[in-house]
């Protein structure tokens, strides 16, 4: 993510959730819960920490915002992908 400050869009992203079609069942993850997410498999971006911790998963857009027990039970697969992606092409500065 890009260091975005999201308590400034509290407001707006709170407005988001209530109308989302997917919320109705989503709650604020607890810092415990999240911690031991992160123990287990790896730190949680700091713009998605803040939404999990103040809203919880929800879908408003592309991407979905996975709820901890969703990112849990698809962590493998994304790590899968993401190390096939990685090996497939060419990322980051080329420093010649």
Not at 34 to 57: D, H, S
Not at 59 to 65: D, F, G, R, S, V
Not at 67 to 76: A, N, V, W
Request: aromatic share 16%; with cysteine.
């Amino acid at each position: 993510m890009h260091n975005i400050n999201l308590e400034k869009y509290c407001e707006k992203i709170q407005a988001a959730y209530k109308w989302a079609p997917f919320t109705d069942d989503i709650h604020p993850e607890e810092e415990k819960v999240l911690k031991q997410f992160e123990t287990q498999y790896a730190p949680i971006p700091t713009e998605y920490r803040w939404l999990l911790l103040n809203f919880g998963g929800c879908y408003l857009a592309e991407p979905w915002i996975y709820t901890l027990k969703e990112l849990e039970e698809i962590y493998s697969v994304f790590q899968e992908a993401y190390e096939e992606y990685m090996g497939e092409c060419a990322h980051g500065h080329r420093v010649d």
